[in-house]
Nanobody, 130 residues
């Protein structure tokens, strides 16, 4: 069964960078689009980015566009979220998730919807503060 584990969270100053990793347990990971999501204290979980199964197409929330980059290394069954120019409002728990149901396909476009993703990691905390 597919399992996902996130790494790389921590405390960073505003303007700094962090790279999050999402490591999978099986190579079935390579068949699925991977989303990154975040949940700030007292707020709903929101979509941050999506990368398609091949790694050729990505999609981002407007709030992170131009600052965050997602990519994947299918040979290492790992996805990444590179976060640059971090702001205090980026503070949240960050989760990766796989979209395995065939009805949603393997591409990324439009809204990054939580409901489409069915395998989730446990999350990693990111705090942006001086």
């Amino acid at each position: 069964q597919l399992q996902l584990v996130e790494y790389g969270g921590g405390l960073v100053q505003p303007g700094g960078s962090l790279r999050l990793l999402c490591e999978a347990s099986t190579t079935t990971f390579n068949n699925y689009a991977i989303g990154w999501f975040r949940q700030a204290p007292g707020k709903e979980r929101e979509g941050v980015s999506c990368i398609d199964a091949s790694g050729s197409t990505t999609n981002y929330a407007d709030s992170v566009k131009g600052r965050f980059t997602t990519f994947r290394d299918n040979s290492a069954i790992t996805a990444y979220l590179q976060m640059d120019s971090l702001k205090p409002e980026d503070t949240a728990d960050y989760f990766c998730a796989a979209r395995t149901r065939a009805m949603y396909g393997t591409a990324c476009s439009g809204t990054i919807s939580l409901d489409e993703y069915d395998y989730w990691g446990q999350g990693t905390q990111v705090t942006v503060s001086s």
